[in-house]
């Protein structure tokens, strides 16, 4: 069956440190694979999407990018961290007919 | 991109109502999903709906792909504590890779 990690659960970064957020889905392949952030008691921000390797959609401007080096691997970085980047981040993959979410990351920018 | 609008925004019942709660677009989708998700937790799949006018159940949980292919609505009957939880619909066009939420609905059960 299909699962997908993500990791870490939590993190806290001071302002201005880089980021690497890596999420990995096993059990299927060639997988679309998303990237979302919530902010607390809100809803789910589309920041990045990718339908295979290399190829990555971004929704938001920001301070964030998005790699995906392996087909089962989707990675969220940023060089220097805002205060603003805080919040609940998840990872996603889709089938095409169905979509399946990570544990998140709780990242605090401190 | 396309967005969903999701109805009510928060939700305040009696253990052992019914509930309601919908989704709405300006665009077709091709496939409704409906999540729950726990705080501090990733959202969890509750149901997928394939075909308009599908009807799905899943336990207490009923959903709905409406007939124009741009709504969706999610029942939830005899309402336990354990339902909690916000709530999500979303969406997956034709081409399955614009997958959209809407914001959630927040359902608090009152013992």
């Known amino acids: 069956s299909q699962t997908i990690h993500q990791w870490p659960a939590t993190l806290v970064q001071p302002v201005g440190s880089p980021l690497s957020l890596e999420c990995t889905v096993e059990g299927t392949s060639n997988p679309n694979l998303y990237w979302y952030r919530q902010a607390a008691g809100r809803g789910l921000q589309l920041l990045f999407y990718s339908v295979g390797i290399g190829q990555i959609s971004s929704e938001v401007p920001q301070n964030l990018s998005a790699s995906r080096p392996q087909d089962r691997q989707f990675i969220l970085s940023s060089k220097k961290l805002l205060l603003s980047d805080s919040g609940f981040y998840l990872c996603?993959?889709?089938?095409?007919?169905?979509?399946?979410f990570g544990q998140g990351t709780r990242l605090t920018v401190v | 991109g396309q967005q969903l609008n999701q109805s009510p925004q928060s939700m305040f019942i009696q253990e052992g109502e019914d509930v309601s709660m919908n989704c709405t677009s300006s665009?077709?989708?091709?496939?409704w999903l409906w999540y729950k998700q726990d705080p501090g937790e990733g959202p969890v799949l509750l149901i997928a709906l394939y075909k308009a006018g599908e009807l799905t159940s899943n336990g207490r949980l009923t959903a709905q792909f409406g007939i124009t292919r741009k709504d969706s609505f999610l029942n939830i009957s005899a309402s336990i504590p354990s339902d909690v939880g916000i709530y999500f619909c979303a969406g997956l066009p034709y081409n399955n890779n614009d997958m959209r939420f809407g914001a959630g609905t927040r359902l608090t059960v009152k013992p």
């Open positions: 996603a993959w889709s089938s095409g007919t169905e979509a399946f």
């Open positions: 665009s077709i989708f091709n496939t």
